[in-house]
């Protein structure tokens, strides 16, 4: 039976004191005794006994002795190295901060048009490894700098399945989700966790078959304005309307509504009562798109109101030509398990022009604005919306004295629990 790795390096250990100073019979000694009690090859023998004890100067600060009791270390060059993490970072954060697998398919577009803009600038080899980069390396080259931005308490909670099923209340085609043009429709309410008095509310409109998303504010969830918003953001829409899916709130279900579907001759579908997962596509929209730009805090007056709005402006620009989206293609039940898989990462724009359903001179207007857009402007002008309306949040100087000490009384409480 032979020697363990530990015996070996202990036998080398004691072989190697004094090797360099020795002559050369006795080094051919220790190496012949070395090699039969340790079946090393005389190459790697010779090599172990002749760097222990070496120093080696690595740096000015760092001095390595040699040891055969350790196992050497293999440090391999960083191929990516930090000037493409800094870039890497640069492009992250002016994507919202997206994983991996959204950034990395988008990666080479979005160069090219940083660029064309002025807003980049790097070296031809850090470009290239950028180009080939996966995204695997993308998270693991983030993750350090991910964990800056993690909160540190997390909702245990997990988005639920996927369900489509609509209540049809009347049909003039068939509900198709393939093509462009049918979209779920939700309000977004801004009361702050209190809902006292009137508070501000988004109208969130999303094409289930290009992801393309569309968002109003509006002063509460009258009938009036609902209807005015839903009016304006049809036209905003880079395709014909097609049909709508609601929740089943009084602010849709309506005669204006539905005498006005009629009219247009649009497919009007409401989902079951308390099935949330019904109007899926809008609920995820109400938190990656509206809820990450405004978050959760109260937004009641005139102000406000105006601040949405042209936040919303800018962020219906930056969210469906720049951000990528991935769409569930199937699901497949593994033991206890669920596994999805998801296509290529594409922005509503890209999804869009791929449409065929899409006309050309609608895809014609869609490139000439795609040209003129500058991602990084755009983040800057929602970074500094988003810090104007921060500002002005949980303001409560418009609501009657009782009801302004419920609000803030009820607010303070939830910060207690939590």
């Known amino acids: 039976m032979g020697l363990t790795m530990t015996e070996k390096r202990s036998v080398a250990a004691q072989k190697a004191v004094g090797y360099r100073q020795a002559r050369k019979p006795e080094k051919t000694r220790r190496l012949d005794e070395l090699v039969e009690l340790t079946h090393y090859t005389r190459r790697h023998a010779r090599r172990l006994m002749s760097q222990h004890g070496r120093k080696l100067r690595l740096n000015q600060k760092r001095v390595v002795v040699g040891d055969v009791n350790q196992r050497g270390s293999r440090e391999r060059a960083r191929f990516y190295d930090e000037p493409v993490v800094a870039v890497l970072i640069k492009i992250w954060k002016m994507m919202d901060y997206i994983c991996g697998k959204r950034l990395q398919p ?181 938190y990656s798109v509206v809820r990450r730009a405004v978050g959760y805090s109260r937004y009641d007056t005139d102000e406000q109101l105006q601040l949405l709005n042209e936040l919303y402006s800018q962020l219906r620009l930056y969210t469906n030509f720049f951000l990528p989206t991935m769409k569930l293609q199937t699901k497949e039940r ?38 003129t857009l500058n991602p990084a402007a755009l983040k800057r002008k929602l970074d500094r919306l988003q810090q104007r309306l921060l500002q002005t949040a949980s303001s409560t100087k418009h609501l009657p004295a009782r009801k302004r000490k419920k609000f803030w009384s009820e607010t303070s409480s939830r910060a207690e629990v939590q």
């Open 106 to 286: 988008a990666l080479a577009e979005l160069i090219r048009v940083l660029e064309r803009h002025n807003e980049l600038s790097c070296d031809r080899e850090t470009r290239a490894k950028l180009l080939k980069i996966s995204a695997a390396t993308i998270d693991r080259l983030l993750r350090p700098e991910r964990r800056k931005y993690e909160l540190r308490s997390r909702s245990r909670t997990r988005p639920g399945t996927l369900l489509k099923r609509q209540i049809p209340i009347r049909t003039f085609s068939d509900w198709d989700e393939q093509r462009p043009g049918f979209v779920e429709i939700d309000l977004v309410g801004h009361d702050g966790g209190v809902a006292v008095g009137d508070y501000c509310q988004t109208l969130d409109l999303t094409d289930i078959a290009t992801t393309w998303t569309e968002t109003a504010a509006v002063k509460n969830k009258a009938q009036v304005w609902v209807f005015a918003a839903l009016k304006n953001l049809r036209k905003k829409l880079p395709f014909p309307l097609l049909g709508l899916d609601s929740d089943n709130g009084s602010e849709f279900i309506n005669e204006y509504l539905l005498a006005y579907c009629q009219k247009e001759k649009l497919t009007f579908t409401r989902s079951r009562p308390y099935r949330k997962n019904d109007n899926c596509f809008v609920e995820q929209k109400n």
């Open 334 to 371: 593994v033991g206890s398990r669920v596994k999805k898989t998801y296509d290529k990462a594409q922005t509503p724009y890209q999804r869009a022009l791929a449409a065929p359903q899409v006309s050309k001179p609608d895809q014609q207007r869609l490139k000439q604005k795609y040209a």
